[in-house]
Every structure is written in C-alpha cells, then in structure tokens.
C-alpha cells in the first residue's frame, strides 16, 4: 500500500471522509427506543448518494420503524432478474461511550496518523461506508449491473435489532429483498488466514428460580433464606464448565491459528482441549466460547426488604448455544450442571434464538475467498462468532451472510475484540482500503 493509494483515485478517500461524518453523528444506541435516532446516519448517507439517485441509478426508501428509528434502502437495479441480488447489510447505530476512558473525542471522526477515531470507527461504520462507496460507484458506472446491489444501512443492530432488521423483514420483505449477503464480523486475521464468519452462536437465555422459607429477619430459627439456596447454584454453576462439542469450524480455526503441531493436536481432542485452553493467550476467551455451549450467571436477585428473609430468589444466565442445540439439551444441560440441586431449582424460558450459519461452500462465499487471495495474498478461514449481528436475520430466512471485511495485517482477533465497543476505537486507514478493494472485486464477481 503507497500513501499516493490512500489519498488517490481508486482508493478509499470518499470513504474516509464518509466514515468521519458517520462518527459525528453519534447515532447512539442505548436500548432505549427514543436512542440511536438513525435517521441522522441516513440523511449522511442520502446526500452522499444525492448525485446517482438524482440521476435515476439508485431507489431509495426510508424505513422508520419508530421517530427517528429509520433505515435506509438503496438499490441500483440489474439488468437480469435470474442474477443474485447482493445485500450489503451495514449498521448505523453505536454502543455508547464512557468519555473518561477516552483519550480524543469519541464523536470527533478525527483523522490522527493515519487512522479513523471515533465510536463505531471499527464496529461497523467503516464497512457501512465503504459499502456506500461501492454502491455508488456501481450506480454510476457507465453499464448497469447484472444483479440487484442493496444497500441495507440500518438502525438498531447495538440493542437486538426489533427496530431495525426484524422490523424490516417483518414489515418491509419486498424492499429489503436480497438473496446473499455481506455484513459485519470479517476481516481479522488468524494466523496467516484472513477470517470470514460464517455462523454465529445462539442464545438461550434462562431463569432459574430456588425456594427457601419466608420469615422475620430478626428470628431466622426455621427459615430458610433463598439466597443461601442462590450460593449453593452459584457455586454450582462457577464449578462445573459445560465440556467441548467440536466441529468442523473449530478444526479450522485450530489449522489457521496454531502453529505448534502438539498443541494443535490437544486443541482437537475434546478431552484435553480444557486444560491447553491457558497456553492459548488472547485467543483463549474466543477458543472457549466456540468450542462448547456457555453459561454466564448474570442477574441475580433474592430479598425485598433488609429485614425479610426472603422465600425465593432468581439467577437469569446468559447462555450461548451452538448450531443444533435444541431448548430440551439446554435445560438437559443445566440440570447436568446443577447435579443434586436440580430437583429443587425451576428453570423458566428467557428470549433466545438459535445459532446460525451459511454454507462455506456458496458462490458468494467463493467470491470472498477469490477476493482476499487476489488482494491481501491470504487464504480464508470461515470461523463461528461468539456474538450476534444482523446477519443471523438474514440466515434464518434462508438467505446465506457472511461477515465482511479486510483488516490490514497485525489485526488480530484479538485486537479487533478489544477495538469493537472498547476504548479509543479507531481503524488504520489501510484496512479501509483493503476492505473496498475486497469489496469491489467480489461485487464485480458477483453481479457485475
Ligand atoms: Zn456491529
């Protein structure tokens, strides 16, 4: 990469600068409904397509899910209606900030050394612009496409989506009709392999419920306090680790990230995979999530009152599955984990969804590796992500998605964990240039 490239035609300055307006909009999404207010992301993003829909080139329409909550379709027509229909499936909202762990403006879109900073900068505003960029340049390219190019710029992605892709495929399926896709979750690199995700986990949340007996604090002779029940499930649920189910995506993630032969050989036995875990460094988090189902205690409540004992108590846990676990293995498992206290434990039914995933064995997904040779001179490793994104709305209506995105090297997986939702968030301008350049060979592949 030259500096002329960075700056120069045919590089990625329109999405630099388009980056950097998206940033100071600061379209924050805290959960609340009246948050994230996308519509501001939408109104960067029309103008800077002013010029191709002004021409007639590219159909838009503006989908508010609630005020301000909008998302923006972008289409440029092509000319075969047997050809695929690519979505470029980017988000507009941020998480939020804590301005103390800062050290430049998390809103300024500061271009500082050569790198974007900024809320957003890596997750995911970088790619929604640069699929901006290529949406445009296809527009007004002297010949239209064969297939349908979609951009899909949408809200609420940070807080679950009901406001933003589940709203528009609920409410809008013809607008939002594509049928591949590229999105968020790609790009880091593993070993010399540049990592695509292909599948996400799911999530199976639950509420265990224990009972004790009620009474007055002051005399609690012949009581039994619920919370102590709570310790003992506790203490339970820190013991005992839900064991390794591999499959072919963990055989993968092992053959592009571990070098050491011995190691790598422990890493694919599901029995001594565990205790290798430690010798992974900051890979082992990840290594631990996708390898097997989790289990994460997060609320915890039990007592009103200080001077009540309280007769029961709950314990909500953050579970994650893996593609195939049914709700009946879930709770299997947490009377697995609960041994001898299940009998005395309720186990009720939070919100989920089942894990996800895309063949790796697509045309799109072909064009993505093709792509990453010719422009980063790296093989392609699908791999599961342990979060969600908007992809898995697409997957679960048949539609293949991948992650997207090509991070310059020294990228990790780790580095790019620690980035998205982190402190002092902000992205090389080279890995935007890989990325379009990416980006621009697989929809030229594709639908060109
Ligand atoms: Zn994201």
Redesign the pocket.
């Known amino acids: 990469m030259t500096e002329e490239r960075i700056d120069g035609s045919g590089g990625a300055g329109e999405a630099i600068e388009l980056l950097r307006e998206l940033i100071r909009e600061g379209c924050v999404n805290d959960g609340t409904p009246s948050s994230g207010q996308e519509i501001r992301n939408v109104r960067v993003l029309q103008r800077f397509l002013a010029d191709a829909i002004a021409l007639g080139r590219i159909e838009t329409q503006v989908l508010e899910s609630a005020p301000g909550r909008a998302s923006l379709v972008a289409r440029v027509r092509g000319t075969d209606p047997d050809a695929p229909a690519l979505g470029l499936l980017g ?1 507009l909202d941020v998480v939020p900030v804590d301005p103390d762990g800062w050290t430049r403006n998390p809103f300024g879109g500061e271009l500082i050394d050569g790198e974007v900073w900024g809320r957003g900068a890596v ?2 505003l970088y790619l929604t612009a640069a699929f901006a960029c290529v949406l445009r340049e296809v527009a007004l390219a002297p010949r239209p496409p064969r297939g349908d190019l979609v951009l899909l710029a949408v809200a609420d ?2 807080a679950g989506s009901d406001l933003g892709m589940h709203w528009l495929v609920r409410e809008h399926p013809e607008a939002v009709r594509v049928t591949e896709a590229l999105s ?1 979750s790609g790009g880091m690199r593993m070993g010399r392999h540049v990592a695509i995700e292909v599948a996400e986990k799911g999530s199976a949340g639950r509420r265990l419920v224990v009972r004790g007996k009620p009474g007055h604090a002051s005399i609690p002779f012949g009581a039994t306090s619920a919370a102590y029940r709570m310790g003992e499930v506790l203490q339970r649920l820190e013991a005992v680790m839900p064991a390794a189910q591999l499959g072919e995506l963990w055989n993968a993630f092992v053959d592009a990230r571990i070098d050491d032969s011995e190691l790598a050989e422990r890493l694919r036995d599901p029995v001594r995979l565990d205790a290798a875990l430690p010798q992974l460094g900051g890979i082992a988090g990840y290594a631990h999530a996708v390898s097997r189902i989790t289990i994460s205690p997060t609320v915890v409540r039990a007592g009103a009152a200080h001077n009540v004992i309280p007769g029961s108590a709950s314990i909500d846990l953050d579970i994650r599955t893996l593609p195939g676990t049914s709700d009946e293995e879930v709770d299997e498992l947490i009377a697995a984990v609960l041994g001898p206290l299940a009998d005395e434990v309720e186990i009720r039914r939070l919100r989920g969804w089942a894990a996800t995933g895309s063949r790796s064995d697509t045309p799109l997904f072909a064009a993505i590796k093709r792509a990453i040779a010719e422009v980063a001179d790296a093989p392609t490793v699908p791999i599961m992500a342990a979060g969600g ?1 908007d992809a898995r709305v697409l997957r679960e209506l048949g539609i293949p998605a991948y992650g997207f995105g090509l991070l310059a090297p020294g990228w990790s997986y780790e580095r790019y964990r620690e980035g998205v939702h982190g402190n002092d968030e902000r992205i090389d301008l080279t890995s935007i240039e890989l990325s379009m350049a990416a980006l621009r060979s697989i929809v030229s592949e594709r639908i060109g």
Request: charged share 55%; no cysteine; aromatic share 0%.
């Open positions: 988000h997750d995911m992605e940070e968020e994104s």
